[in-house]
């Protein structure tokens, strides 16, 4: 087939010569190179490791490195052992909390850049993204030294109290679930900020000041027309948050307590120090459908909130 | 009022929430908890104590420390090795995937376009165990020379960062007058010479945007990483996940501070690249 007969198809408006007009043109060899390229590197080294997992999810474990395939469902069923159930839906618990203390967080500040005057709009979503490109381990790390017993927050607390003549013990803010779920927000924060300012920045602002003029208190203008004018936002940035907080193991390992375990720690001892890797890879394909069936929700929330308000 | 000078703003009065004493108050302490921890690993990275809370004045001996630490130094060049690897082959590969999908129909290109974003959606941790499972089953070698030992965190890295350049690309590549290539056509270029000439000039900023990207990315990875890195692999990610682990230090201060400032550089030269395009009247 020629790709070139077969026309263009983005670039729409820019290309307008009617179909037959356009001669029929050897593309060369230049876009088999290029699908080959690519092609092969994403079948090979994504594709292939991929369709190992989800063959040995149906495997067995037999001794220590021997996986045979016996197409089972048994590692699936073992997911849903009250063990690993709990920890599944601690983790559905973890992120949709981290989700939430990330919207209540991040709402004021996209309200806050979107309304910001225009030449420190860039600045500001600068300085929103530019934590998040910091590696994760250093973030995870700067968070240990703030939480720690003899941490920055406990030495405040210790001075205040000392001032104040009050005693004081350190408080244990690391290795429990609020300090997974501060972790969390802290490395998420961006995904939940850019939508949100996504969408307050297509609202068409003559809407507030219509409410305004109508009468509305500005509360009321607020929560009438700025909320539901980002609730677009709202749904992708929750979704955006919660997805790859279910599947993180970095922070609920590092700062996370013993029985703050989620998904992702499980898959890994499963792994490396458990040795069972269909187990291992039944739980990481579970992982992958939630994220999926998490993701495949946006298109239909959207449809459904953008009719009137 | 209390402004003293009265500046000329966009919306009006009721429209600056951003003036408001509370939100001006929350935005201030979500900035503060964004940044008060690294600023904090940076500064006590300069501080003359082991202990990290109290400061007893300005040095840099964590950093002289760090720097004559073998093994962190190799760790720290093999993850740039590995960075510089990953921005050049993922730049070439998400161009080409962007362009292919871009410029021509074929058939299951729903299917293609589909699939390039799953990289990008998938959970890392996944991404990071199908790795290990596919390198040490079909027998990756695990004793190759350096640098061919760090393939494996190479190879993942651009699997898992090419799709992101594609969509940089892409974007960029939405502007471009095709008629352009066609012209070029007409007047006798070959297909490779058209597309040099035109369109490669066009999605330039796109190219390097989403080679920075591919960079930043790449450090900035460890989960990944910490799959794919085989026993005697050494990289930054795992080396210090390992001293994290075991304490709060100031060399591992001083080391991070590195890191973020490599990164913080990258990011620079993407900002002031994309600042130039807009002066110039691109994008």
């Given at each position: 087939?020629?790709?070139?007969?077969?026309?263009?198809?983005?670039?729409?408006?820019?290309?307008?010569r009617p179909e037959r007009q356009r001669g029929r043109r050897r593309a060369g060899l230049l876009p088999g190179f290029a699908a080959l390229g690519s092609g092969l590197w994403f079948l090979l080294f994504f594709l292939a490791p991929l369709a190992f997992v989800w063959v040995f999810s149906f495997g067995r474990q037999e001794g220590l490195i021997d996986i045979e395939l016996a197409w089972t469902l048994d590692n699936y069923l073992r997911a849903l052992d009250p063990l690993y159930l709990d920890i599944l839906l601690r983790s559905i618990w973890l992120a949709g909390l981290t989700a939430a203390v990330s919207l209540a967080l991040g709402l004021p500040v996209a309200v806050g850049i979107a309304f910001a005057p225009a030449r420190w709009k860039p600045l500001l979503l600068l300085l929103v993204?530019?934590?998040?490109?910091?590696?994760?381990?250093?973030?995870?790390?700067?968070?240990?030294?703030?939480?720690?017993?003899?941490?920055?927050?406990?030495?405040?607390?210790?001075?205040?109290?000392?001032?104040?003549?009050?005693?004081?013990?350190?408080?244990?803010?690391?290795?429990?679930?609020?300090?997974?779920?501060?972790?969390?927000?802290?490395?998420?924060?961006?995904?939940?900020?850019?939508?949100?300012?996504?969408?307050?920045?297509?609202?068409?602002?003559?809407?507030?000041?219509?409410?305004?003029?109508?009468?509305?208190?500005?509360?009321?203008?607020?929560?009438?027309?700025?909320?539901?004018?980002?609730?677009?936002?709202?749904?992708?940035?929750?979704?955006?948050?919660?997805?790859?907080?279910?599947?993180?193991?970095?922070?609920?390992?590092?700062?996370?307590?013993?029985?703050?375990?989620?998904?992702?720690?499980?898959?890994?001892?499963?792994?490396?120090?458990?040795?069972?890797?269909?187990?291992?890879?039944?739980?990481?394909?579970?992982?992958?459908?939630?994220?999926?069936?998490?993701?495949?929700?946006?298109?239909?929330?959207?449809?459904?909130?953008?009719?009137?308000? | 009022?209390?402004?003293?000078?009265?500046?000329?703003?966009?919306?009006?009065?009721?429209?600056?929430?951003?003036?408001?004493?509370?939100?001006?108050?929350?935005?201030?302490?979500?900035?503060?908890?964004?940044?008060?921890?690294?600023?904090?690993?940076?500064?006590?990275?300069?501080?003359?104590?082991?202990?990290?809370?109290?400061?007893?004045?300005?040095?840099?001996?964590?950093?002289?420390?760090?720097?004559?630490?073998?093994?962190?130094?190799?760790?720290?060049?093999?993850?740039?090795?590995?960075?510089?690897?990953?921005?050049?082959?993922?730049?070439?590969?998400?161009?080409?995937?962007?362009?292919?999908?871009?410029?021509?129909?074929?058939?299951?290109?729903?299917?293609?376009?589909?699939?390039?974003?799953?990289?990008?959606?998938?959970?890392?941790?996944?991404?990071?165990?199908?790795?290990?499972?596919?390198?040490?089953?079909?027998?990756?070698?695990?004793?190759?020379?350096?640098?061919?030992?760090?393939?494996?965190?190479?190879?993942?890295?651009?699997?898992?960062?090419?799709?992101?350049?594609?969509?940089?690309?892409?974007?960029?590549?939405?502007?471009?007058?095709?008629?352009?290539?066609?012209?070029?056509?007409?007047?006798?270029?070959?297909?490779?010479?058209?597309?040099?000439?035109?369109?490669?000039?066009?999605?330039?900023?796109?190219?390097?945007?989403?080679?920075?990207?591919?960079?930043?990315?790449?450090?900035?990875?460890?989960?990944?990483?910490?799959?794919?890195?085989?026993?005697?692999?050494?990289?930054?990610?795992?080396?210090?996940?390992?001293?994290?682990?075991?304490?709060?230090?100031?060399?591992?201060?001083?080391?991070?501070?590195?890191?973020?400032?490599?990164?913080?550089?990258?990011?620079?030269?993407?900002?002031?690249?994309?600042?130039?395009?807009?002066?110039?009247?691109?994008?």
């Amino acid at each position: 087939m020629d790709p070139d007969s077969s026309g263009l198809t983005a670039g729409a408006g820019t290309g307008r010569r009617p179909e037959r007009q356009r001669g029929r043109r050897r593309a060369g060899l230049l876009p088999g190179f290029a699908a080959l390229g690519s092609g092969l590197w994403f079948l090979l080294f994504f594709l292939a490791p991929l369709a190992f997992v989800w063959v040995f999810s149906f495997g067995r474990q037999e001794g220590l490195i021997d996986i045979e395939l016996a197409w089972t469902l048994d590692n699936y069923l073992r997911a849903l052992d009250p063990l690993y159930l709990d920890i599944l839906l601690r983790s559905i618990w973890l992120a949709g909390l981290t989700a939430a203390v990330s919207l209540a967080l991040g709402l004021p500040v996209a309200v806050g850049i979107a309304f910001a005057p225009a030449r420190w709009k860039p600045l500001l979503l600068l300085l929103v993204v530019l934590p998040f490109l910091t590696n994760l381990l250093i973030r995870t790390y700067a968070l240990i030294a703030v939480l720690r017993t003899k941490g920055y927050v406990n030495a405040v607390l210790g001075w205040a109290a000392e001032w104040l003549g009050l005693p004081f013990e350190p408080l244990p803010l690391l290795y429990n679930d609020a300090a997974v779920v501060i972790g969390l927000v802290y490395v998420h924060m961006p995904f939940m900020i850019l939508p949100l300012y996504a969408a307050l920045e297509r609202m068409d602002r003559s809407l507030v000041e219509a409410a305004l003029d109508l009468g509305a208190s500005r509360a009321r203008a607020f929560w009438t027309v700025v909320v539901p004018a980002a609730l677009p936002g709202v749904f992708a940035g929750t979704i955006l948050v919660f997805v790859p907080a279910l599947g993180s193991y970095l922070t609920s390992d590092l700062l996370g307590g013993a029985d703050s375990q989620m998904i992702a720690n499980v898959i890994e001892r499963q792994f490396k120090r458990a040795n069972d890797w269909p187990f291992g890879a039944a739980l990481s394909l579970l992982l992958i459908y939630a994220a999926f069936g998490t993701l495949a929700l946006r298109p239909a929330l959207a449809r459904r909130w953008r009719g009137p308000r | 009022m209390k402004a003293p000078t009265k500046r000329r703003r966009a919306p009006p009065g009721p429209l600056d929430y951003t003036r408001r004493a509370w939100m001006r108050f929350v935005l201030l302490a979500v900035f503060v908890f964004l940044y008060a921890p690294l600023a904090a690993l940076i500064a006590f990275s300069f501080n003359d104590s082991k202990r990290n809370i109290v400061w007893r004045g300005f040095t840099t001996k964590y950093y002289e420390k760090a720097a004559a630490n073998e093994v962190l130094v190799e760790a720290f060049v093999n993850s740039l090795l590995i960075a510089f690897f990953t921005a050049a082959v993922a730049t070439f590969l998400g161009a080409a995937a962007a362009w292919l999908l871009w410029r021509y129909r074929f058939p299951f290109k729903w299917v293609c376009e589909g699939a390039v974003a799953l990289p990008i959606v998938i959970p890392e941790i996944c991404m990071g165990v199908a790795m290990l499972v596919f390198f040490s089953r079909i027998g990756w070698p695990d004793d190759l020379p350096w640098p061919l030992n760090l393939s494996r965190i190479g190879i993942a890295h651009v699997s898992f960062a090419f799709p992101f350049v594609a969509v940089v690309v892409r974007a960029r590549l939405a502007s471009f007058n095709r008629e352009l290539e066609e012209a070029a056509r007409d007047l006798g270029a070959g297909p490779w010479t058209a597309l040099r000439d035109t369109a490669i000039p066009h999605m330039r900023p796109g190219l390097v945007a989403g080679a920075l990207l591919a960079f930043i990315l790449s450090l900035d990875d460890f989960v990944i990483t910490f799959f794919t890195s085989g026993p005697d692999t050494i990289t930054f990610p795992v080396k210090v996940y390992s001293m994290v682990r075991f304490s709060v230090t100031p060399e591992v201060n001083a080391v991070s501070t590195v890191l973020v400032a490599v990164t913080a550089a990258a990011t620079a030269l993407a900002v002031g690249l994309r600042n130039r395009q807009f002066r110039e009247g691109f994008l």
